[in-house]
C-alpha cells in the first residue's frame, strides 16, 4: 500500500494548524512523523485516519482519494492504532479484538470461523494470545496498547497509522512495541515524540515545524545535530547505538554545562 499527501492542510476552529504538507509512505516502509508539540503532527494524522477532513490538498492510498471511499472501504485500506483509545467496560481481550473485523462484515452480521482465525492470529502476532479471555480492563498499559495493535492487525489493512504509539509505556514496552510494529511488513505512519526512536526504527522521517514540512529523508541525513538544534532547541549528538549499532540521538538541554564534554553540535 502506497499513501500519498499531497498539499494537505487542515484547521481546527478556523485556525490553521497543517499548511500545504507533502508526504509520501511506500509499500512497507515505516516513515516517522516528528516536531515539536504543537507542530502539527496528530492534525495531519486525523486527515489520514479521517477524523478530519483536509482543507485543502488530498490524501491518497494507492492512487485512490481517500477521502472518497466509503467508511467501510477505507477501514479495509488502513488502520488506526490511536493516542488515546477508550475500551468499552466489560468487554475481553478477544472481543476488542474481534472489532477489528467489523469493516470486513456486513451489518450484525456474527463472527464466523474465519473471524475468530483472524483474531486469534492477531492475539499471536502480538504475542498475547495467552490473553483472550481475560478482561481489558484488567491488563497493564503495554499490554493494552499490544492488544489494540491486534485489534488494527484484525481488519487486515496494508495501511498501519499509529499516533505517538509508546505514548505512557515504560521504556521496555516502548522498545517492544516499536520492535513488533516494525516486523509487521505493512506501510507504516507513526507520529513519534522520541526523536532516538524515530532514527532507530523509521526508513524516513518527516520533520513538522509550525504545520509545514521542515526537512524529510533518511534518518541520519534529517536529523543532523544542527538540524535538531534549531528545530528541537536541543543540543544532539548523533552515531551508532553502543549497544545496536543502530542510529542514535542522544540531546540535552542547551543550557547545560558541556564543558570537558565533546561538541555535541558538531558531533555527527
Excluded: C
Excluded at 494507492?62 to 467508511?71: H, K, N, S, T
Excluded at 499509529?162 to 510494529?181: F, R
Amino acid at each position: 500500500m502506497r499513501l500519498d499527501l499531497t498539499g494537505v492542510s487542515a484547521h481546527i476552529d478556523a485556525r490553521p494548524i497543517v499548511d500545504g504538507v507533502d508526504l509520501t509512505a511506500g509499500p512497507g516502509e515505516f516513515v516517522a512523523l516528528v516536531g515539536p508539540n504543537g507542530s502539527g503532527k496528530s492534525t495531519l494524522l486525523r486527515t489520514v485516519y479521517r477524523s478530519l477532513r483536509p482543507s485543502g490538498g488530498v490524501v491518497r492510498l494507492d492512487g485512490q482519494d481517500l477521502w472518497r471511499m466509503r467508511p467501510r472501504q477505507a477501514a479495509r485500506h488502513r488502520a488506526v492504532l490511536p493516542q488515546h483509545s477508550q475500551v468499552t467496560e466489560g468487554l475481553s481481550v478477544a472481543e476488542v479484538v474481534a472489532t477489528g473485523r467489523h469493516s470486513r462484515k456486513r451489518p450484525l452480521e456474527r463472527d464466523n470461523d474465519t473471524d475468530r482465525a483472524v483474531v486469534l492470529t492477531a492475539l499471536r502476532r502480538v504475542g498475547m494470545e495467552g490473553t483472550a479471555d481475560r478482561l481489558m480492563t484488567a491488563l497493564s498499559g503495554g499490554e493494552r496498547q499490544r492488544v489494540l495493535l491486534a485489534r488494527a492487525l484484525a481488519q487486515e489493512a496494508p495501511l498501519l497509522v499509529l499516533d505517538e504509539p509508546t505514548n505512557h509505556l515504560d521504556v521496555g514496552s516502548q522498545l517492544l512495541l516499536l520492535d513488533l510494529i516494525r516486523s509487521l511488513g505493512l506501510t507504516l505512519l507513526a507520529a513519534l515524540h522520541d526523536l532516538d526512536q524515530a532514527a532507530a526504527y523509521a526508513d524516513r522521517v518527516v520533520v513538522l515545524r509550525d504545520g509545514r514540512v521542515a526537512g524529510h529523508g533518511p534518518p541520519l541525513e534529517v536529523l543532523t545535530p544542527s538540524f535538531i538544534e534549531e528545530v528541537f532547541g536541543v543540543r544532539a549528538h548523533v552515531g551508532p547505538h553502543p549497544i545496536t549499532g543502530r542510529p542514535h540521538i542522544a540531546v540535552a538541554s542547551p543550557a547545560v554545562d558541556v564543558r570537558g564534554a565533546p561538541d555535541v553540535r558538531t558531533v555527527g
